[in-house]
């Protein structure tokens, strides 16, 4: 695969991020990967690169803009304090500038996100007709299913049965059915709060994380590849 950091224009300025693309000169579907609260840390390029083995161009945008945090104090700090709506801004730019690549096809993109960058990937589908398709795992800070109105893109989000979040995103998933795009919503019994990131061993839940993992390549196999 390759891989580099890269700029890109977002909100009247530049954005930064990861960009990690399959091997082979055929296009590929484009993802946008949306940190933790963390940052653009080394998790997250991991999973930037698997997403890349698995055969899409994935883009993963530091909106931390370099600061990483280590500590949850420093983590909840940062994430107290980040713009969301400027961060969405940030996203969609991510999104733009994978739509413009001649290495991305189709020209819908999908997104993905833990904890707070799963609320930021539903709130990016709500903002952005380019979405293609979403996989939200635990999605801290989601907006309210009224902001998904005019939204057209499949909507999988990912919990475990453990974590505080999920009653959260049982009912948004179950007020989306007013709605005609494809929506559901996995529950891992057992599994708590940030199960899938395998850096973080009293919460990683390997079996869990596994069957996620699957699910997502599937979904965005299903709805990115045929858009």
Not at 52 to 64: E, I, K, N, R
Not at 105 to 110: D, E, F, S
Not at 118 to 124: F, K, R
Request: one cysteine or more.
């Amino acid at each position: 695969m390759r891989e580099q950091d890269i700029q890109f224009p977002a909100n009247g300025g530049q954005g930064t991020g990861y960009l990690v693309r399959p091997d082979g000169d055929e296009p590929a579907p484009g993802v946008v990967l949306i940190q933790e609260w963390w940052g653009l840390n080394d998790h997250i390029r991991d999973i930037a690169r698997r997403l890349a083995s698995a055969g899409f161009v994935t883009l993963a945008p530091d909106l931390y803009h370099g600061h990483i945090a280590l500590e949850p104090n420093d983590a909840q700090k940062q994430a107290m304090e980040l713009d969301r709506p400027h961060a969405v801004k940030e996203i969609v730019g991510a999104l733009t500038y994978l739509k413009a690549q001649s290495f991305v096809m189709p020209k819908k993109i999908g997104v993905t996100g833990y904890c707070m960058g799963g609320g930021l990937a539903l709130a990016t589908a709500a903002a952005s007709a380019d979405v293609g398709a979403v996989v939200a795992y635990y999605g801290v800070g989601a907006p309210q299913a009224d902001a998904f109105a005019t939204n057209t893109a499949p909507i999988l989000n990912i919990v475990g049965d453990k974590d505080r979040v999920t009653p959260t995103i049982q009912k948004l998933n179950d007020d989306f059915k007013q709605y005609a795009f494809p929506h559901e919503i996995i529950i891992y019994p057992g599994a708590d709060h940030a199960f899938f990131n395998d850096t973080r061993t009293e919460v990683h839940d390997k079996e869990a994380a596994d069957d996620a993992w699957q699910h997502e390549l599937a979904w965005f196999r299903r709805y990115l590849t045929n858009a």
